[in-house]
Structures are given as structure tokens and as C-alpha cells.
């Protein structure tokens, strides 16, 4: 079985720009979470969707939003990209978004560069 | 911030020797998740341990958890070169999927 899948994997974009990640999240799990991580640092939770409502959201600015689709992936948007927006950006999924003591399953993750 | 804090943040050690790993965390957890990643990729899920549990294995994995101390240690025995990475713990606050990770252990393994 396939395993949660991001696109891109690098993207570069310049300040101001918009940008859309996606992910896939692996076949039956109906909750999709997304990280940043800074390098250096451990990943930031941004948002969780489960059977696509919003259950949970970190603490970054409204430029960030993300939407679940009927099929479970899911998309996350970042607009007027900031310099300190350059992080890997990390899709996790599982089956029933926490509610039981389940494993989060993490994709390989997209690598954005804000010049 | 509720972000957890592990230690060491740097750990350099031979090959077959063992590592631990220690991590604290804020308040009452679910459970607490120890995840590793190389280079900079996606996180690998190592090990899960429930707040009602106090010891669990896992092949050369063994992970503690103290609730009255709020901390957790990940040891790894027989360390090979494969095992260099960087390990993070990930606590799960509450019933939702939310993950509060720490600030991670690089771990370099010397053949």
C-alpha cells in the first residue's frame, strides 16, 4: 500500500506569492494534519482535518488555510509569502484523527524556499 | 508554549554502543509518540506509549514514561550506523490528533 504522499517536493517561490501543497493521505485514513518545520526545530502543528472539517488549528496567521476534499487529501495554502515561511511542510495522516490512541503516519513532506 | 524539550540535543557515540534519549513535556498527555527522521525527510513512526503505560519495546527500541515526572527516555541498544538521525518525541495532549513535538535529539553513530 501506497503511503501518504506530498507534491511538490521543492518548491521556491519569492515573497508576496502564493503557494498550494498537497497530499494524499494513505487509503481508509479519513484525517489529514500538516506541520511546519523550521530547520532546526521540531514540527509546528498547523492545522488538522478530519472527514473534511477543520478539528484543529496552530497558532499561525490567517495567510495559512488548508481544506480536506471528499477523497481525503487535502491542500494547504500559504499566502504573501514571508521569508520565514521557508520550511518543510509535513502532511500526517491517520484513520480517525486521535480519537483513539493511533499512530500518525507522516509523508516524505515539501521543502519550500521563500527568496 | 507547550513544546516539549529533549535531551541531549546532540548525541556522537560508536557502533554498538547504546543511546538514550530523554524528553519532558507540559502537562497531562494521551500518549507520547517517538518519531526519527534522516536528512531532513518525512518522520518514520518508532514507538507509541500510552500515559498508562510505564515501559515498552520495540526490537532494539525500549521507551520509559514517568507520568509523575512528565518526561520520557527512547534507548536504543546496539547502535548501528543506520541509526544516525535526528529523534523526535511527540506528546498527544488531548483526544484530538494535535502532536506537541520537542526540539529533537541528532544522533550520530560512528561505524
Known amino acids: 500500500d501506497a503511503g501518504v504522499t506530498q507534491s511538490p517536493t521543492h518548491l521556491i517561490k519569492t515573497r508576496g506569492q502564493h503557494v498550494t501543497l498537497r497530499c494524499s493521505p494513505i487509503s481508509g485514513h479519513k484525517s489529514v494534519s500538516w506541520y511546519q518545520q523550521v530547520l532546526g526545530q521540531g514540527p509546528q502543528f498547523i492545522f488538522q482535518?478530519?472527514?473534511?472539517?477543520?478539528?484543529g488549528r496552530g497558532n499561525f496567521p490567517d495567510r495559512f488555510s488548508a481544506r480536506q476534499f471528499p477523497n481525503y487529501s487535502s491542500e494547504l495554502n500559504v499566502n504573501a509569502l514571508l521569508l520565514g515561511d521557508s520550511a518543510l511542510y509535513l502532511c500526517?495522516?491517520?484513520?480517525?484523527?486521535?480519537?483513539?490512541?493511533?499512530?500518525?503516519?507522516f509523508g516524505p513532506g515539501t521543502r519550500l524556499l521563500v527568496l | 508554549s507547550q513544546q516539549g524539550e529533549e535531551d541531549p540535543q546532540a548525541l556522537s557515540i560508536q557502533e554498538g554502543e547504546n543511546a538514550t534519549m530523554n524528553c519532558s513535556y507540559k502537562?497531562?498527555?494521551?500518549?507520547l509518540q517517538w518519531y526519527r527522521q534522516n536528512s531532513g525527510r518525512g518522520l518514520v513512526h518508532l514507538i507509541l506509549?500510552?500515559?498508562?503505560?510505564r515501559e515498552k519495546h520495540s526490537g532494539r527500541l525500549r521507551v520509559t514514561l514517568d507520568t509523575s515526572k512528565k518526561s520520557s527516555s527512547l534507548l536504543i541498544t546496539a547502535s548501528r550506523a543506520a541509526d544516525t538521525a535526528s529523534y523526535f518525541c511527540?506528546?498527544?495532549?488531548?483526544?484530538?490528533?494535535?502532536?506537541?513535538f520537542g526540539q529533537g535529539t541528532e544522533l550520530s553513530v560512528k561505524p
Open positions: 482535518y478530519y472527514e473534511k472539517e477543520e478539528r
Open positions: 511527540a506528546a498527544l495532549y488531548n483526544q484530538g490528533g494535535k502532536l506537541i
Open positions: 500526517a495522516s491517520s484513520w480517525a484523527g486521535g480519537r483513539t490512541q493511533e499512530t500518525q503516519y
Open positions: 502537562t497531562s498527555i494521551n500518549n
Open positions: 506509549i500510552r500515559s498508562n503505560e
